[in-house]
């Protein structure tokens, strides 16, 4: 079974704070790494891809992958209400089904002002 | 540019009608994908098409589900004879090809609700 895990939460971090979303998957061949914001009640949007060990930069958003560890997360740095959300991490199925993501359920940050 | 577009963005139907629900991809993605999502669940995959063909079904929860793609654009699922079980939020998504590289985008989603 392919699985994506990532708590639940809520992560509750106050304004201006780095909030740390994590996520760990099974498939030791995966290779490509996606984090999707879901609003409530709005469809997800793709906030950062990643396909390489190592970390890579966005804006307010730093993604981090370690393949040998099976662990992809998400650091949003001077965090906002508005980054309210739940974040989906998505990990690709390898081989044949490569255009086949996994999703995580999701984990639900709320921002503090 | 315009993104996903998906129709409608809610039905409501009664148990046992048959509900049709539309995908228009974002130009020139040849990759298409359908989605669901329960309360409360992760999103589930239903169905991929490549073009006009639908290599992976995989996902599609039983015979009353189906879908096409025409043009290589528009997609519609069809889901005969819902149930309540049924109720889910369909996404659809698109990707400029099918594979691992190209991230998927995500329409609006129809929420359908059986009653």
């Known amino acids: 079974q392919k699985e994506v895990e990532q708590n639940s939460g809520p992560l509750s971090v106050p304004e201006g704070a780095i909030a740390s979303l994590n996520c760990t998957y099974s498939?030791?061949?995966?290779?490509?790494f996606f984090w999707y914001r879901q609003y409530s009640g709005k469809s997800p949007e793709l906030i950062m891809s990643?396909?390489?060990?190592g970390d890579k930069e966005d804006g307010r958003f730093t993604a981090q992958l370690n393949k040998a560890s099976q662990y992809v997360s998400l650091l949003i740095r001077d965090s906002q209400p508005s980054d309210s959300a739940t974040y989906l991490c998505a990990v690709n199925l390898p081989g044949g089904s490569n255009y086949k993501l996994t999703f995580g359920k999701g984990t639900l940050l709320t921002v503090n002002p | 540019g315009a993104g996903v577009s998906q129709s409608p963005s809610n039905k409501v139907t009664e148990k046992g009608k048959d509900v049709e629900l539309r995908c228009d991809p974002i130009s020139g993605h040849t990759a298409l994908y359908w989605y669901r999502q329960s309360l409360g669940q992760g999103l589930e995959f239903l169905i991929y098409f490549q073009g006009n063909s639908a290599p992976d079904k995989s996902g599609l929860p039983s015979d009353r589900f189906s879908a096409e793609r025409t043009g290589g654009s528009v997609s519609t699922l069809t889901i005969q004879r819902t149930q309540q079980e049924d109720s889910a939020v369909y996404l659809c998504?698109?990707?400029?090809?099918?594979?691992?590289?190209?991230?998927?985008?995500f329409g609006d989603g129809t929420r359908l609700s059986i009653l």
């Open positions: 998504a698109s990707s400029l090809a099918g594979n691992s590289n190209q991230p998927q985008h």
């Open positions: 498939d030791r061949g995966s290779q490509s």
């Open positions: 990643i396909y390489s060990n």
